[in-house]
């Protein structure tokens, strides 16, 4: 959230940022529990990197805040893994036959509790992972301290400066002693990383899985110029992660997130949402329900109509700018709440991001002090819908990492049907749920397999709106 704080006329605030790097958002549950957030307790403010790197059960190749707080980040792990029934069922499933045997990950995605059991997962499947965070802020430190005793190269911590960001990638990537062939990325800056300076590594990758909007963007990009050397999965466009982590996930902690930090009840406040894909949806059923006056902004005449037709009136926000109580912006894109707009608004009208990149809000123009993203850093993760990407996410792993030569160019694919039904299959029994089976009349006038996939690779379970699917 952003309450308004901008500096008096005159007043500078440094951005010290590499050219290629947008601003980054604050998301993925770093406040996943009370105690995660305060596990830090040591006063030393220097970097973990200017420090000696020691643990006596791990590797010497690592780079976090504090190892002696292993031991409560296992906790939280085990929590996690509760509420996670399709990556524990996947570790029962394919553990025997370690589909990612040989599979050298390296990954840059929010490290918390739920991304642990990923990579716990991936490294009980036969992979060697080596680790570094996507935010500078997410990262919960015990659980960072977890992985590395159990033997994960982990190269994160809360609270890393710009500089740090990159000089933990750049060293996760590790190509002195460690060649990754498989590449895990939430947000792009670790491909597009070893794509500009180890470019003859990244042309003997096997392929890279992309969880965001923002990091398939860039991928589509390199496709469409030409410069994709090797295939790319996006993550973020299947079935499982839009349908359940955009839609399920934002409706629950877009609200929690707005209370824990602002105490607001919605009842009848104005509220504007910015795009109404699955994440700006789950937020204005939310927001509805709770008595908001819920107003949507988009770019896009099919996602408009849906919005339209769901009971929200579509406008622009600069007519309705100096009205509203609060700004939840859902788009993936850049400059949608300018300095113009902040300069309308009423005292205290709170503006808010849900997309994963805070460069949706214009911070450097506006010179914005107080930015805090809702989706996550705000609020608590549900456990069980990171099962369902993380699942998902693993599954675009095996396949590209075991599909035979020449069934994936370099290009960027959607996951197949097939493992999109299997992931949303590995959930069902945690709910006690029993699917009607086709009889083979039924199958052969559908003219599908009675096992499935059920519906075919061109039918999406929702309308794709802010990526130009070349």
Not at 10 to 18: I, S, V
Not at 111 to 136: D, F
Request: some cysteine; proline content about 4%.
């Amino acid at each position: 959230m952003i309450l308004q704080q901008i500096p008096f006329t005159g007043q500078k605030q440094e951005f010290n940022r590499p050219p290629t790097r947008t601003v980054r958002s604050m998301s993925q549950s770093s406040t996943d529990s009370f105690a995660s957030v305060h596990s830090d307790t040591s006063d030393d403010e220097s970097s973990p990197r200017d420090k000696l790197q020691k643990s006596t059960k791990g590797p010497s190749d690592f780079c976090i805040k504090n190892i002696s707080q292993a031991d409560f980040g296992r906790k939280e792990i085990e929590m996690a893994e509760q509420e996670m029934p399709a990556l524990m069922n996947l570790r029962k499933r394919a553990g025997g036959e370690k589909p990612l045997a040989g599979a050298k990950v390296v990954g840059c995605t929010h490290i918390t509790a739920q991304t642990a059991v990923l990579i716990e997962t991936l490294a009980a499947l036969g992979a060697q992972c080596r680790w570094a965070a996507c935010n500078i802020f997410s990262t919960q430190n015990a659980v960072a301290a977890a992985l590395v005793k159990a033997g994960i190269s982990v190269f994160a911590w809360r609270g890393e400066s710009e500089d740090e960001f990159w000089w933990c990638i750049d060293h996760c990537v590790g190509t002195e002693t460690w060649q990754p062939n498989m590449v895990l990325d939430d947000g792009g800056d670790l491909t597009d990383w070893i794509y500009k300076k180890y470019p003859e590594l990244f042309k003997n990758l096997k392929g890279v899985v992309e969880e965001s909007i923002t990091g398939i963007y860039r991928l589509y990009q390199l496709s469409k110029a030409g410069r994709l050397s090797v295939p790319a999965m996006n993550v973020n466009d299947s079935v499982t992660k839009q349908k359940f982590d955009n839609l399920y996930f934002c409706k629950e902690s877009v609200l929690e997130g707005l209370k824990r930090t602002t105490d607001i009840m919605f009842g009848g406040k104005q509220v504007v949402v910015c795009g109404y894909g699955e994440v700006g949806k789950g937020c204005c059923a939310a927001l509805k329900a709770l008595g908001a006056i819920v107003y949507v902004t988009e770019v896009d005449p099919i996602c408009a109509l849906q919005a339209c037709m769901d009971g929200f009136r579509v406008i622009k926000l600069s007519e309705i700018v100096r009205h509203i109580d609060m700004v939840i912006t859902c788009t993936g894109n850049k400059n949608v709440v300018m300095r113009e707009h902040l300069d309308k608004m009423k005292n205290g009208c709170i503006v808010c991001n849900m997309g994963h990149s805070s460069s949706e809000i214009d911070l450097v123009k506006t010179h914005v002090v107080c930015a805090c993203i809702a989706a996550l850093t705000c609020s608590t993760v549900p456990s069980f819908v990171l099962s369902i990407t993380a699942a998902t996410q693993a599954m675009a792993l095996i396949e590209l990492y075991n599909a035979p030569e020449g069934r994936y160019n370099k290009d960027v694919y959607l996951l197949p049907k097939k493992m999109d039904e299997y992931v949303a299959s590995l959930h069902l029994p945690i709910f006690d749920a029993h699917l009607t089976e086709l009889s083979d009349d039924q199958a052969k006038y559908m003219g599908i397999s009675k096992h499935g996939p059920f519906k075919p690779n061109y039918y999406r379970h929702k309308l794709l709106s802010h990526i130009d699917k070349h």
